[in-house]
């Protein structure tokens, strides 16, 4: 087991300086795959919260940052980009212990924060933070695009490189300064964060790094010299934020859960849309919002596809994520597979199939393993068809007709991700439009972060990556001018 390699886990980067925390309340990460504490990181208290919020107010009302350029910003982030490729093994290993994803895969995780800055900084260039326009009543109008201001951005435990990065890389852009809070399961990205920040001079106060819980963090959302949140996390958590912008009408973009629908047409080959299906679900081993865990099924081929997927789940290895030969490894803490064990048993209590798996591997005695579950002749509003389970379950819903399936795969709180298996183009274009769902696959889970991503109903509000991503973090300013304008910033 490799321990987190930064400088100084009992600080909060706050200002630009690594400051003492307010109090000796500390956080301790515990590996997934050992069940055994990997780190242990200072805890933020409510002191801590007030000194990072004044420290980003400040940077913002005060500082550089929001009256550089974009392209002087732009430069700072290819700075942060070649940092961040640095320290991608260290990253990598950090989130194989933290939330049991396989080492192979965490091996983006530097790489991929680095393309989200160098995609950011080369909108420098394209994006159209001016726009020039013909007023009604003559003149010349502008509308600008400005800095929201202060961001608090919330991270998630699951995939904490990337979905930090996918806040700060266009945030910093915009011009806004930032307080990142990170998880108490899976603190380590935020600190290499701060290091890096530290390490390019970037001004202070432009980023500061804690990390808390709940109630703590609760304090970022209420206070007044926040401008805006940024959360990645439960529909529930989200609801409590979304209530609490609403009522001091901060700006809030809310990425939240899902339960998102395959739906498998009659012409598609069920052995492959098994294969591909089955593989899916390892992705972060299942703990991922977008990921495809309803497949709606045409009645007659839903067992066929079911024992496919069983059959797929016998050969996949399950053990520890630093093996290279694992495929699936544990789930990130001991609450979260007793949540999913909890789900498995309400399957089969509501009279579900379960097809595959559905208990513990015996050979791992330490750890918070599940084996891959998939449950058929599941009913669309059953509960492991209706909630959001974090795990390697999938439910096999049948369907009677294309209509039918459009339907029960738009019966859900949530809209996130979706996907439609067909050989025509065409049927997946037009099945695909009748989804409520913020991204639609064609032939397999598809998620483009760089064209923006988001959900409709319970999965969120506001998109996140891409020119949208951007526009989450501005603000529109209309000027109407009596003439042209000489020199446009």
């Not at 002191?47 to 910003?73: Q, S």
């Not at 989130?95 to 995609?119: C, D």
């Not at 901060?250 to 047409?265: D, H, I, P, Q």
């Amino acid at each position: 087991m490799t321990a987190p390699n930064v400088r100084h886990p009992d600080r909060f980067f706050i200002d630009g300086e690594w400051v003492a925390p307010s109090s000796d309340r500390t956080l301790t990460v515990i590996s997934a795959h050992t069940g055994e504490a990997f780190a242990t990181f200072a805890e933020a208290q409510a002191p801590d919260v007030e000194r990072a919020v004044a420290a980003a107010r400040d940077a913002f009302d005060n500082g550089p940052w929001a009256r550089l350029t974009h392209k002087e910003r732009a430069g700072y982030l290819l700075a942060m980009a070649a940092e961040f490729e640095k320290r991608g093994d260290e990253l990598a290993d950090a989130q194989s212990n933290e939330m049991g994803i396989v080492r192979t895969m965490a091996g983006w995780a530097g790489v991929g924060a680095s393309g989200t800055l160098k995609e950011y900084a080369a909108m420098a260039e394209t994006y159209p933070f001016v726009e020039k326009h013909a007023p009604r009543g003559g003149g010349t109008g502008y509308v600008v695009y400005e800095a929201v201001g202060v961001v608090g951005a919330i991270i998630p435990w699951n995939s904490p490189t990337s979905l930090t990065m996918i806040k700060v890389a266009p945030a910093l852009l915009a011009g806004c300064t930032m307080i990142v809070k990170m998880s108490p399961e899976a603190p380590h990205a935020g600190w290499v964060l701060a290091e890096i920040c530290e390490k390019v001079g970037l001004p202070k106060g432009v980023i500061n790094v804690i990390v808390a819980d709940r109630e703590v963090s609760e304090l970022i959302v209420r206070h007044p010299q926040v401008d805006k949140i940024s959360f990645t996390g439960s529909s529930v958590a989200g609801k409590k934020i979304a209530s609490i912008c609403g009522e001091r009408i901060a700006r809030c973009t809310l990425e939240l859960g899902g339960k998102s629908a395959a739906v498998l047409l009659d012409d598609y080959d069920v052995g492959a849309a098994a294969q591909n299906l089955a593989g899916s679900l390892m992705f972060m081993n299942g703990q991922v919002c977008a990921a495809l865990t309803r497949v709606i099924v045409p009645r007659a081929r839903q067992h066929a596809f079911a024992e496919a997927v069983a059959a797929t789940f016998k050969h996949i290895k399950v053990g520890d994520p630093f093996d290279q030969a694992t495929k699936l490894g544990p789930l990130a803490t001991e609450r979260q597979r007793d949540r999913v064990e909890g789900y498995i048993a309400k399957g089969r209590a509501e009279g579900a199939t379960l097809v595959g798996g559905g208990e513990r591997p015996s050979e791992l005695q330490r750890g918070w393993f599940v084996s891959p579950t998939v449950f058929a002749d599941v009913d669309p509003n059953a509960t492991i068809a209706q909630e959001e389970i974090f795990g390697p379950v999938l439910s096999v819903i049948p369907s009677d007709s294309e209509e039918q399936a459009i339907a029960i795969a738009n019966n859900s709180a949530f809209g996130l991700n979706s996907a439609v298996f067909t050989n025509d183009v065409d049927a997946a274009y037009r099945v695909g439009r009748q989804l409520r769902a913020g991204t639609v696959g064609h032939n397999g889970f598809k998620i483009d972060m760089s064209l923006g991503f988001g959900g409709y109903k319970q999965s969120g509000i506001g998109r996140e990556g891409g020119h949208q991503g951007l526009r989450a973090f501005l603000e529109s300013k209309t000027m109407l001018m009596a003439g042209d304008v000489a020199e446009l910033a």
